[in-house]
């Protein structure tokens, strides 16, 4: 049978930073899919309640299901949802389930293998979906390979919009994790003459301040970092980086060039995916945390 999508992608849009991330991988990969905000044209004008049933139920070779408590209460990943578990009655390898965190899905075998976001970043799980897709596919022999080395190409990317994702980025997952922990910590974000500003409290007390500016130290496309355990006093830069292409890994990283950012880390120059850049700020975050408790 024939579809007019490989992948339908439904998701919360507390997610949309992670899903928008794969469908750019997926997209010169040669895969059709369904991203809300990429078929703007389409979805103009339409009744979105039909046309979601139809996208969700009908229109796919699979649903690629992003599972978060967010994406099990709201209204309308509930309808998509639904959409596609009438598509799964008859067809039980529709639904390709990706988690966020342990939510129950109503309807949804818990039986059913997924795969764990928080283990897998947006380029593992492109790749994943690709392969899933060869493999449903009938094989066919592969073209025919050059007798001559080819130059390893660098992947167009535009490090503007990288570094609003990267500020987004950060901004959505230290609010979430922070809102995940006791009642006595929490989060604040704030732009102030140009630079967004996070601020991490215990007990109604800064622990933890984390600013980032676009340029500063760096060139415009790239940002400049500055963090401090407790309350930020004082101007100046910890570390600053600009975004490349990764052949080895095959993303784009930030080549941050640190003076004394991530204290757990050696000094000098190192590169981060988005996700590896979290989980450095966050260590630093949990540190300072532990460092003010054991004080009191």
Same mark, same amino acid.
């Given at each position: 049978?024939?579809?007019?999508?490989?992948?339908?992608?439904?998701?919360?849009?507390?997610?949309?930073?992670?899903?928008?991330?794969?469908?750019?991988?997926?997209?010169?990969?040669?895969?059709?899919?369904?991203?809300?905000?990429?078929?703007?044209?389409?979805?103009?004008?339409?009744?979105?309640?039909?046309?979601?049933?139809?996208?969700?139920?009908?229109?796919?070779?699979?649903?690629?299901?992003?599972?978060?408590?967010?994406?099990?209460?709201?209204?309308?990943?509930?309808?998509?949802?639904?959409?596609?578990?009438?598509?799964?009655?008859?067809?039980?390898?529709?639904?390709?389930?990706?988690?966020?965190?342990?939510?129950?899905?109503?309807?949804?075998?818990?039986?059913?293998?997924?795969?764990?976001?928080?283990?897998?970043?947006?380029?593992?799980?492109?790749?994943?979906?690709?392969?899933?897709?060869?493999?449903?596919?009938?094989?066919?022999?592969?073209?025919?390979?050059?007798?001559?080395?080819?130059?390893?190409?660098?992947?167009?990317?535009?490090?503007? #919009?990288?570094?609003?994702?990267?500020?987004? &980025? /950060?901004?959505?997952?230290?609010?979430?994790? *922070?809102?995940?922990? $006791? !009642?006595?910590?929490?989060?604040?974000?704030?732009?102030?003459?140009?630079?967004?500003?996070?601020?991490?409290?215990?007990?109604?007390?800064?622990?933890?301040?984390?600013?980032?500016?676009?340029?500063?130290?760096?060139?415009?496309?790239?940002?400049?970092?500055?963090?401090?355990?407790?309350?930020?006093?004082?101007?100046?830069?910890?570390?600053?980086?600009?975004?490349?292409?990764?052949?080895?890994?095959?993303?784009?990283?930030?080549?941050?060039?640190?003076?004394?950012?991530?204290?757990?880390?050696?000094?000098? #120059?190192?590169?981060?995916?988005?996700?590896? &850049? /979290?989980?450095?700020?966050?260590?630093?975050? *949990?540190?300072?945390? $532990? !460092?003010?408790?054991?004080?009191?």
């Amino acid at each position: 049978m024939t579809y007019k999508y490989d992948i339908v992608l439904s998701f919360a849009g507390e997610q949309r930073h992670y899903v928008e991330r794969v469908a750019e991988l997926l997209k010169p990969q040669g895969v059709n899919f369904f991203y809300d905000e990429f078929n703007e044209t389409e979805l103009w004008g339409k009744d979105l309640i039909e046309h979601f049933d139809e996208v969700y139920r009908k229109s796919g070779r699979h649903c690629v299901m992003f599972i978060s408590s967010e994406y099990a209460e709201k209204v309308w990943p509930s309808h998509e949802r639904r959409s596609a578990l009438a598509r799964a009655l008859r067809d039980r390898d529709y639904i390709l389930p990706v988690r966020f965190d342990e939510t129950d899905v109503p309807g949804l075998p818990d039986t059913i293998y997924f795969m764990d976001a928080r283990k897998k970043s947006p380029e593992q799980l492109a790749t994943a979906i690709i392969q899933k897709l060869k493999k449903g596919r009938r094989e066919t022999p592969p073209p025919e390979q050059p007798s001559f080395r080819k130059p390893k190409v660098v992947k167009a990317f535009n490090p503007y #919009d990288e570094a609003k994702r990267l500020v987004d &980025f /950060l901004s959505s997952e230290m609010k979430k994790r *922070c809102e995940s922990l $006791e !009642e006595d910590v929490s989060f604040s974000v704030f732009t102030r003459e140009g630079e967004t500003c996070m601020r991490v409290l215990l007990r109604g007390e800064v622990v933890y301040s984390f600013d980032i500016t676009r340029g500063g130290i760096s060139s415009d496309k790239g940002l400049s970092f500055s963090s401090v355990r407790g309350e930020k006093r004082t101007s100046g830069y910890n570390a600053f980086g600009e975004f490349a292409w990764d052949a080895s890994r095959e993303t784009v990283v930030l080549n941050l060039h640190g003076f004394s950012l991530f204290g757990n880390f050696a000094s000098g #120059d190192r590169s981060y995916t988005h996700e590896e &850049f /979290l989980a450095a700020l966050w260590e630093e975050v *949990c540190q300072a945390i $532990e !460092e003010h408790l054991d004080r009191k």
